[in-house]
């Protein structure tokens, strides 16, 4: 149609309200609704929404954002140099993203067409992407079809992305570009890149189903008598026997309708397991999480005559802890500990280094313990949270910040952990853009909430822990400098399981009480072979391995026999056939101390070190070595 007939009709229609013949009736039906929404056709630009609030629905549309990230990328640079770029926006029509030529998008901000701005036809009348979202169809809007006449300097071709379960509109992606760039093809690019972020969400939703099935496998046997549903993402049934549906529907007839846990389909992953505990009085929920993220549940229903168990106070799982309490004598675990005393004392922000699995949490929980009152203990690991979910969980939110949330907001870790110790896991993990944050509350004592602008003063203690070589991240690039100097005014290595020799036989006992007990079983018996065996194994794992190995073999163990070496996993029982044989400790200690030293190049201060005993200590046993030699 010629752009003339066009902008004829576009003008008749200003001025009396005259319908045109010429005008397509999609675009004659949002002309129409535009004027409902009593938009002027001089208005010159879209809205933008506050950075804040441009935070929160990037977050609440993550998925989406990440689905097309590919395409976002690949648009950077087919885009470059057309004239032309590529948008994502919501499904209320907010800018999420906008990627492509950079005059594009340099003139796009003229009328606030990029991040942030606000394209429904309610703010804007007429255009692609609020058209699109509209009418729920694929849109090419060209020049004068625009409603605001400052608009009409561009073409655009948008298509709806529907959410692969259900096919609700869950944003839109959309072409833009000045009038003489117009192309008929690009709306049939648009609908094809839509099609592309939904297989995404449909691939991501399959590989979340399958991850929630196989943890619903691996503890079905404890589950026997009961009847199962397992769910997704907005509640989608993933599993489920029919007695299970019938007596959900016995028990609430708001819970399950196409298929689906509607009750779940507007609620945040935190708040799954209230709801459903609202609904189904006396079931239990086990959360799936992957990488740290909610990704679905599973929803036991337990028999009638079973009673619910006392829910379990996490307050007392995290009391203060005794430096004392902490297992280890060799020296230099006697020496970290009294660093870790001194430290304490001071009050300053403590950074603890080391390898993953060496108790860095437990040094920490010593720490915030050794100061009267203690206050609360508040941990977070920036390494177990989506990038978009660090921000929320770390300094909260405001009301109204996420569907489904408490209308009151909530308080994030920073404010929780006033009056007491804030332990930030992970720490090189945090995003850069949000390092920024954390040092300017670090620094003033003041946190503002994820879309609020009230300053709430804390006062805390800082313990981060870290497995990463952070000097190294800085020189990098990818860790403020300032950061890291404002939590690391001290700094405490934490030896890996390998340096501190004999304490691998106190924690071996330890444990083995302990998870014997939590077993209702007696304490478990090991061989000298295979108590050999576990002290000469180099643990790379540290603790966390050496917990998981004793629970294991005390679970797959008899009662009524010791442990012995074939009884140990592989690696460490190859380990044990590698070293020299052995009948009693003395022989192993004597291997061990010469392998120390051999691997040290004769330097016996660092073999004391590797070993785990003082310098004097290894004279000693040196010189009883030569004398029974």
């Not at 002027?40 to 809205?47: E, I, L, S």
């Not at 929780?416 to 930030?424: F, T």
Request: hydrophobic share 45%; glycine share 8%.
């Amino acid at each position: 149609m010629p752009h003339r007939e066009i902008a004829r009709a576009w003008e008749a229609f200003h001025q009396d309200g005259a319908a045109s013949a010429v005008i397509r009736p999609a675009v004659m039906a949002s002309w129409q609704r535009s004027r409902l929404h009593l938009i002027a056709a001089d208005r010159a630009a879209a809205p933008l929404v506050s950075e804040a609030e441009l935070f929160r629905r990037r977050h609440q549309n993550n998925r989406l954002v990440t689905a097309a990230r590919p395409a976002m990328e690949e648009a950077r640079h087919l885009l470059s140099d057309a004239h032309s770029m590529l948008i994502l926006s919501d499904p209320d029509g907010t800018i999420l993203e906008a990627e492509g030529d950079a005059r594009a998008l340099d003139t796009g901000q003229e009328v606030k067409l990029q991040q942030g701005g606000l394209w429904c036809e309610a703010e804007i009348g007429t255009n692609a992407i609020g058209t699109a979202l509209a009418c729920g169809r694929p849109v090419q809007i060209h020049a004068a079809e625009h409603f605001c006449a400052p608009v009409q300097r561009w073409t655009c071709a948008a298509a709806p992305v529907r959410h692969p379960l259900d096919r609700e509109i869950i944003g839109a992606v959309d072409i833009s570009g000045s009038t003489d760039t117009f192309n008929p093809q690009n709306l049939a690019h648009a609908v094809a890149l839509a099609h592309q972020i939904e297989a995404v969400l449909g691939r991501r939703m399959e590989m979340e189903h399958e991850q929630v099935l196989r943890h619903f496998l691996s503890k079905r046997s404890l589950w026997l008598t009961e009847e199962i549903l397992a769910f997704g993402r907005s509640g989608a049934l993933i599993y489920s026997t029919d007695r299970a549906l019938k007596e959900a529907a016995r028990r609430s007839d708001r819970l399950i309708t196409d298929g689906r846990l509607t009750a779940l389909k507007d609620v945040t992953p935190d708040a799954w397991a209230a709801r459903i505990a609202q609904l189904l009085p006396g079931a239990s929920v086990e959360i799936v999480r992957e990488d740290g993220e909610e990704i679905g549940g599973v929803v036991v229903l337990h028999a009638a005559r079973r009673p619910k168990s006392a829910p379990r106070d996490p307050g007392r799982e995290l009391e203060p802890l005794a430096f004392d309490a902490i297992i280890g004598e060799s020296a230099i675990m006697q020496e970290v500990k009294a660093k870790a005393r001194r430290m304490a004392e001071s009050g300053l922000p403590i950074l603890l280094e080391g390898e993953t699995g060496v108790g860095k949490e437990v040094f920490a929980r010593a720490i915030h313990g050794a100061r009267a009152p203690a206050g609360p203990f508040v941990p977070l690991n920036c390494g177990g949270l989506p990038r978009d979910l660090i921000a929320s969980e770390l300094f909260g939110y405001e009301k109204g910040a996420f569907t489904g949330a408490d209308t009151s907001g909530k308080q994030g870790k920073v404010e929780a952990a006033d009056g007491g110790l804030l332990c930030l896991d992970e720490i090189g993990e945090m995003p850069l853009e949000l390092q920024s944050y954390l040092l300017r509350v670090l620094e003033d004592g003041v946190v503002y909430r994820v879309g609020g602008h009230t300053g709430r003063r804390v006062d805390l203690r800082l313990v981060s822990m870290t497995n990463r070589d952070l000097t190294g991240e800085v020189a990098a690039g990818r860790f403020r400098k300032d950061l890291f100097y404002r939590i690391a005014a001290l700094r405490l290595r934490i030896p890996p399981l390998r340096e501190r020799g004999e304490d691998v036989l106190l924690l071996l006992d330890h444990i083995g009480r302990s998870a014997a007990a939590r077993a209702g079983l007696p304490a478990p018996r090991f061989t000298e072979a295979a108590r050999a065996a576990l002290a000469a194994y180099s643990w790379p794992g540290n603790v966390r391995e050496l917990r998981n190995v004793v629970e294991m073999l005390i679970a797959m163990g008899s009662a009524d026999a010791p442990i012995d070496v074939g009884d140990l996993p592989p690696e460490i029982a190859t380990a044990a056939v590698a070293a020299p044989a052995a009948t009693d400790l003395r022989t192993v200690e004597e291997a061990a101390i010469r392998a120390a030293v051999e691997a040290c190049g004769g330097n016996l201060t660092r073999a004391a070190r590797r070993l785990g005993i003082a310098r004097s200590t290894l004279y000693m046993r040196l010189a009883a070595l030569e004398r029974d030699a």
